[in-house]
């Protein structure tokens, strides 16, 4: 049994897949949910822009020192960083395979699972990220963010059952998680070369760097002794389900010979603007305009 | 005089996933990489102004661009408000089948992961007609438009297969028999074969009573053109054609998108990264002013609405969105016809290289080249005795004209604003079906598909209780 369910996944690996036909079952779709969660959300957008309209006027009226405006002459090179991309682009047709014939069909599985239980999975994992994130939001100097992410941390633990319920959120005290690449950048560390992770997928040497950092704290805290207890061995892989659940991303759902090339841009692009938030206050360093994004 | 729409931004393009790609792809594209050197300092056109006087001498009326007025720009790009949509199912199920077409050429290197045709199905439980709907230009069988028509198709009580475009890169690869797409005929063909193939497979137990055929935009002349090939070959028996939103003369639709490209871009390549300069320093200028620690979808959603603002920026979205499908189809074109625009014929790419450069020159390059150096020489060898007038005369839907004209089973509905129409190409419309089409006053080019007169209508027809625009009830 073990031995076929692995010969199936190595052949799908090496891209010998059955003949004929392979069918998928999706997760069915909800068209008349999704329909009235976005007129809802589309009324909450249009609040939050409002909201942030009147944040920045406030912040104008008040005469507080803001950084020059970015003009388009700042804009990074289009041209992304990838020293290695040979072996970025191996990993990258390695990670659509894995995708296609063992994450995405464990994901849809998943998907199955009734959605309170997996909200609190996704609840339970995401509490125990937030040990780190109160580090990294320290680390970073950020206090105030720190704090926020602590009072998540101890009322999502008591009240919400270990984490399994958000109650923290349901208080209005929401914070998004960061994490210590988040924290290297704030130390001044560009993202570097482009890097696709087996498995994980796109990211740069900073960001795995610090994804490493991550998974070392989280080791070395050891919460509840998970990581390194009778259960660690189960804790990623569930994990990983969960994560990918959450995304809607299929590999080559556009057809595009040039995805590698766009997902690259995308994902550097995305780095460089939230670098751009975190040294919003320092002085912009002028780059070389012939250097590549990211290096 | 006709009443234009006052819009202020808003965000119903949260609808479903798919939406979103139109902004996460204007703002991708609009960077893809250019390398080009600092040429464009001469190149003294700026795209916002140039597009936006166009649009102030025009006048009020009649279509800013000439090719369309401002709210069917808007709602080309935003697509139905979710409020507008017609009342849909709690739950269509849905399966994925990948199939591999025996007909399929050898699958090139750089697209390795396209060897079989990927459709979508949703079966009901019951015996049911089935209708087939088939994406617009460079689309999967997975749109957002696609899934909305789905969700409204299931809740009406009919089995939905979605196909991809006969453009789409992975039907190109699969399903195609020349690689060179985009001739109304032989993709009509390519398609029929595929969806006989399909349906002669499909999963479970399904009892069909009745097939009919859908498609929108592109699709909805695929959907016209199998369905006469079907009058003919009797392969499928499809019963009845409703044609959404399609194009009369393909060229001259594209062409049109084309020019609003160079009118809204700029044309080749400097363009392109003028447009993703502006879009950056704007991004990061909007996301330091936030309190945000993510770019994430909302804050993206939230930039939309301050990055697209004018004429000229609605038009770039829509026409880097089709300039990006169209890559697709040449890159596909070139390496299969071997016709050496951007792919040596004697050194196609393999798999680990790096196609940015390709990318970067596609992505300067219209319709018209498509047309004149991959389209035209590979059907000019194999049609003896066509010319370029021609094939260009044979992508009309002239081609099919009688039936439009006497098939009681052909239907159209589409938009008096719809920007990849003229005025002579829709008045081509309406007298060719005469009481077979529903026009609607507003919707640009896909605005309006799954409102709910467009839904009612559409069903009315598919149902044959359709009786002219005049016995339609606005809602």
């Not at chain 1, 690996?13 to 079952?25: D, K, N, T, V, Y």
């Not at chain 2, 028509?149 to 399903?175: C, D, E, Q, W």
């Amino acid at each position: 049994m073990r031995i076929a369910a692995l010969a199936l996944a190595a052949m799908g690996l090496c891209g010998c897949a059955p003949e004929g036909m392979i069918i998928h079952r999706m997760p069915a779709e909800t068209p008349a949910a999704d329909n009235a969660a976005a007129i809802q959300r589309a009324a909450s957008l249009a609040a939050a822009t409002e909201a942030a309209a009147k944040a920045t006027a406030g912040v104008e009226a008040r005469g507080e020192a803001s950084p020059p405006p970015l003009t388009p002459a700042d804009a990074p090179p289009p041209r992304t960083y990838d020293p290695w991309e040979p072996l970025n682009r191996f990993s990258y047709r390695f990670n659509a395979r894995f995708d296609e014939t063992i994450f995405l069909p464990l994901s849809n599985g998943y998907r199955r699972v009734p959605s309170p239980l997996r909200s609190g999975v996704h609840n339970f994992f995401a509490n125990l990220a937030e040990v780190d994130t109160v580090i990294n939001y320290t680390l970073q100097g950020r206090l105030g963010r720190g704090v926020r992410a602590l009072g998540r941390f101890v009322v999502n633990s008591t009240v919400g059952i270990g984490g399994l319920f958000d109650f923290a959120t349901k208080l209005r005290l929401e914070n998004p998680p960061t994490g210590f690449g988040t924290t290297l950048s704030k130390w001044g560390m560009h993202p570097g070369p482009y890097l696709v992770i087996p498995i994980l997928g796109p990211s740069t040497l900073r960001e795995a760097v610090g994804l490493l950092g991550d998974y070392g704290t989280s080791y070395g805290v050891n919460l509840a002794n998970l990581y390194r207890g009778d259960v660690s061995w189960a804790l990623w892989p569930l994990n990983a389900v969960d994560q990918r659940s959450n995304i809607s991303f299929r590999y080559y759902s556009t057809g595009s010979p040039f995805e590698y090339e766009t997902i690259r841009f995308l994902y550097v692009r995305k780095l460089l603007l939230e670098d751009e938030g975190l040294h919003k206050k320092s002085a912009r360093k002028r780059r070389a305009p012939d250097l590549p994004a990211g290096e | 005089m006709r009443e234009r729409r006052k819009y202020r931004p808003r965000f119903h393009a949260i609808r479903y996933k798919g939406r979103v790609r139109l902004i996460a792809c204007f703002i991708a594209a609009a960077g893809l990489a250019v390398m080009a050197p600092a040429a464009f300092a001469d190149d003294a056109v700026f795209a916002d102004d140039a597009a936006d006087q166009l649009i102030a001498s025009s006048g009020t009326p009649e279509p800013a661009t000439g090719l369309a007025d401002s709210a069917a720009l808007r709602a080309t790009v935003y697509g139905t408000p979710p409020q507008d949509i017609a009342p849909m199912p709690a739950k269509v199920p849905l399966v994925e089948i990948n199939m591999h077409m025996p007909w399929a050429r050898p699958v090139p290197d750089v697209f390795w992961f396209g060897r079989d045709l990927r459709v979508w199905f949703s079966s009901q439980d019951k015996p049911a007609p089935l209708a087939i709907v088939i994406s617009g230009t460079g689309g999967d069988g997975n749109t957002t438009v696609l899934s909305t028509l789905r969700g409204a198709l299931y809740g009406a009580g009919y089995h939905v297969l979605t196909m991809p475009s006969p453009t789409f890169p992975g039907f190109i690869v699969s399903a195609s028999t020349t690689g060179v797409a985009g001739d109304l005929v032989q993709d009509g063909h390519d398609l029929y074969s595929a969806m006989q193939r399909v349906v002669a497979h499909l999963p479970g137990k399904v009892r069909i009573t009745d097939i009919d055929i859908l498609g929108y935009s592109l699709g909805g002349a695929n959907a016209g053109v199998v369905k006469s090939i079907d009058a003919s070959e009797h392969k499928l028996n499809i019963h009845r054609a409703v044609m959404i939103e399609p194009p009369v003369s393909l060229f001259a639709s594209v062409e049109r998108l084309d020019r609003l490209f160079a009118i809204s871009i700029g044309s080749g390549d400097a363009g392109v990264e003028r447009l993703y300069q502006k879009i950056y320093a704007q991004l990061a200028n909007l996301y330091r002013a936030s309190d945000r620690v993510h770019v994430d979808e909302n804050f993206l959603l939230t930039a939309a609405a301050e990055v697209l603002n004018s004429d000229a920026e609605f038009s770039a979205a829509i026409a880097l969105t089709f300039r990006i499908d169209l890559m697709n189809m040449f890159f596909a074109g070139d390496l299969y016809a071997g016709t050496g625009v951007v792919v040596d014929p004697g050194a196609p790419p393999k798999v680990g290289d790096s196609l940015e450069r390709t990318q970067q020159i596609l992505r300067g390059k219209p319709f018209s080249e498509y047309f004149t150096k991959v389209f035209a020489p590979y059907y000019l060898k194999r049609r003896p005795y066509s010319t370029p007038e021609s094939l260009i005369a044979e992508n009309r839907l002239d081609i099919i004209a009688d039936a439009l004209r006497n098939d009681p089973d052909y239907y159209v509905q589409t938009n008096s604003d719809d920007l990849i129409l003229d005025k002579a190409e829709l008045a081509w419309l309406k007298n060719t079906l005469g009481q077979k089409i529903a026009v609607y006053d507003h919707g640009g080019h896909l605005g309006n598909i799954g409102d709910r007169r467009q839904v009612a209508d559409m069903l009315d027809m598919l149902a044959g209780r359709w009786r002219g625009a005049a016995s339609g009830i606005a809602p």
